[in-house]
């Protein structure tokens, strides 16, 4: 497994999480003008894919939890990737009702077992977890405030190792490992910044 920006390479497989599309459209109703993420997410793609061939999506492709309102956004992404890569499968989240796409509860390849992270896994034979949901920071506190860094999470549960990737979306907060939500509470947790310290 190769870490590599907000994505982890495992084999032929590049892995990404929470890339919660339309989440800028969310913004600009608020009154915070962003640009599109969309497009911006598929350059980075573009340039960490290298030599893999199918994509992972860990879950929270979208960001409206029910209604189809960024729809066009979604098929312009999904268009584009399955012509970068042989097959893209993507691992249903809490954000993903009504997407529109063939998703699955989770996705087991050797002994490697891929989950969105909002629910237990069903599969039992596994020595690796890899997920998202949380999207994990590290954060520092002092007199002026938190400064937040996406990072990975690196931990235990019931006897596993598990890999927590960042949201691959930049806009997207995160959570420290003090402040975990969901079923899966870690142990043990290194976190690794973008750059690859470990802090």
Known sequence: ???????????????????????????????????????????RIKKIKGKTEYLIILGDLKHELFEPKFQDRLDYFMSAVHKLFRKVTVVRGNHDAKLGYPTVKELKIRKTLFIHGHALPKTRDYNTLVMGHIHPVFSVKDKYGVVSEPCWFIGEWKNKKVIVLPSFNELISGSDYTNIKGPIKLKKVKRILLDLTVV
Do not use: C, W
């Open 1 to 43: 497994m190769e870490f590599k920006e907000r994505a982890l390479i495992y084999g032929r497989n590049l892995v990404i999480s929470d890339l919660h599309i339309g989440y800028e459209r969310e913004l600009r109703v608020k009154g915070v003008n962003v640009p599109d993420q969309t497009e911006r997410m598929l350059r």
